[in-house]
């Protein structure tokens, strides 16, 4: 297993000691992967943030995932500052992304800054915003303001009901077109990456190739620049077994046999033991 930082320059064994979007763009221009996963809390941010993770991204499907709700169109921006800060104040090495939550800047420039201020504020170091070429007015104005952006294209969870569903995008001449407009566009307007989701494998690595800033794929194959997975699929806890999904643990299994045998001890007053006692 290579223990080489695939964000450090190849020389140098040392590792950066906190993760910027140079080192990202480096990365890219190395040929070298890089990986982002979700967090939501310090426990989560923590744990990857020891595992050597580049990016921690508060999705707003800490929604989804935490807080019970069908769809990230129930993710409010409170809940993203509270989950932001929760994480920005347990790591330092990795990147800080955070999601800009839906409703907190379709509707312009002024919107989306003051919003993105605000998770600034909460401790994130860069924001991501879904869409293309109709909100790179708002990614201007954010990356005018000196908060670096990070796009979202393909399937964006938060057009969920415009999209019909989970569906992959741009498998069609026309869409495929479409999106690649859509990330140059991002890149023009200032964003400093860009987070492909359901995209054909194909497509995305065409994507990456075209490109000065970095892609980041989820369901969008190995060609992408780095890759993103919400943290609760990689890890086998959210039983969610999509195509692109690997799982590198089966924490369902193992949290559901601990509160099992905790259980069964209570039940037989197994535990608490003399050792867990006070005299
Ligand atoms: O909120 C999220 O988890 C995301 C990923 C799917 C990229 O945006």
Redesign the pocket.
Known sequence: MSTESPVGPSSDAVRPAKIRLRHLQRAKQKGRPFS?L?AYDQFSARAFEEAGIEVL?V????GT?VLGHAS?TATTHQDMLTFTGAVARSVTRPLVLA?LAFGTYESGPSDALRHGVELVRAGAEAV?L?GGAEIAPQVRALVGAGIPVIG?LGFT?QSVNALSGHRVQGRDEATAAKLRRDALALQEAGAAGV?L?LVPAEVAGELTEALAIPT?G?GAGPRCDGQ?L?WQDMAGLSGFHGTFVKAFADLGDQLRDAAQRYRAEVGERAYPGPEHSFE
């Open positions: 982002m979700t991204l999705g707003d499907s800490v995932t990230t999601d991501k879904e979202h969870p987070v989701e980041i989820i993103v919400v």
